[in-house]
C-alpha cells in the first residue's frame, strides 16, 4: 500500500520508459518528481496526465550528467521530503563501431547513462538513508547483460548500472532500501525506431517489441511494499532476447 504523499522520483519521466513509468506509479498512488533534459511540452504532457489520475506532479529540468545542476534542482528540495522511491530511467544511445566511434560518442553516453546515477543517487540517497526505507530501480538494458555489436559505450554504460546496483544494494540493504534493477529488451520507444526488425525479430522468442507498459509494470512492482525481499536483482523484460 502507497501511503498518502509519497513520492517518487523518476528521472528520465517525459517519453518512453520513463514517461509509462511515472504514469504507472501515479496509477499507483505516488506523487511523481519527473525530471527531463529539455523536452518541456513532452513533461508537460505527462504532468497533465498525471494530474489527470489525482496525483501532484512536480517537474524538473536539468541536464542528469551535470552535477552541478543536478545538485541545483534536488538538493535543497529533498532535504524536505526524501522521496520513498527513485527511478533512474534517463539514457541515450550514440551506436557505433567502437573502431569509428569518437571520443564524444563515448563520454556522452557514459556521462547521461552512468555517471548520472551518480548525480542524482548521490543527492538523494542521505535523505533516503535518514528515513530508513525506500526503493531505488535502475533501468539497465538487456545490451548491458549479454553485449552489442556497434554499442561498446552504451553496453558499457548500462553493464555499469548492473555492477553499481548490486554494491549499493550491499550497501543500504540494512537501512530498508531495496535496490534492484530492470533489463528491458527491445522497446517500442523513439530509441528504436531504427531498429532493422527483419533482423532482430528473430532473435526474440515472442517474436515482437515490447511496450513501455510492460517495462513500467515491472518498475512499479518493485517500488511497492510486495517484493520486500527482493534486493540487489536483475530482472529481465525483454521476451527471451536474453535467456
Request: aromatic fraction near 6%; include cysteine.
Amino acid at each position: 500500500m502507497i501511503g498518502p504523499g509519497e513520492v517518487a522520483l523518476v528521472v528520465g519521466g517525459s517519453r518512453g520508459i520513463g514517461r509509462a513509468t511515472a504514469l504507472r506509479l501515479a496509477e499507483s498512488g505516488y506523487d511523481i518528481w519527473l525530471t527531463y533534459n529539455s523536452n518541456h511540452a513532452a513533461a508537460g504532457e505527462v504532468r497533465s496526465l498525471i494530474e489527470a489520475k489525482g496525483r501532484a506532479c512536480e517537474l524538473f529540468s536539468f541536464d542528469v550528467g551535470n552535477y552541478e545542476a543536478v545538485q541545483a534542482a534536488l538538493a535543497e528540495r529533498v532535504q524536505v521530503t526524501a522521496p520513498y522511491a527513485v527511478v533512474f530511467s534517463a539514457g541515450i544511445a550514440r551506436d557505433n563501431l567502437l573502431v569509428w566511434m569518437s571520443r564524444e560518442e563515448w563520454e556522452t553516453v557514459i556521462n547521461t547513462n552512468l555517471n548520472g546515477f551518480y548525480n542524482v543517487v548521490h543527492t538523494v540517497l542521505f535523505s533516503m538513508l535518514s528515513q530508513k526505507r525506500g526503493r531505488i530501480v535502475l533501468i539497465s538494458s538487456v545490451s548491458g547483460q549479454t553485449g552489442h555489436a556497434g554499442q561498446v559505450n552504451y553496453s558499457a554504460s548500462k553493464a555499469g548500472l548492473i555492477g553499481a546496483a548490486k554494491a549499493l544494494a550491499r550497501e543500504v540493504g540494512r537501512k530498508n532500501i531495496l535496490v534492484n534493477v530492470v533489463s528491458p529488451g527491445v522497446i517500442e520507444t523513439e530509441m528504436t525506431e531504427d531498429v532493422p526488425r527483419d533482423k532482430v525479430l528473430p532473435l526474440i522468442p515472442q517474436r515482437r517489441f515490447g511496450a513501455p507498459e510492460e517495462v513500467a509494470s515491472v518498475v512499479n512492482f518493485l517500488c511497492t511494499d510486495d517484493p520486500s525481499y527482493i534486493h540487489g536483482q536483475v530482472i529481465g523484460v525483454n521476451g527471451g532476447l536474453a535467456i
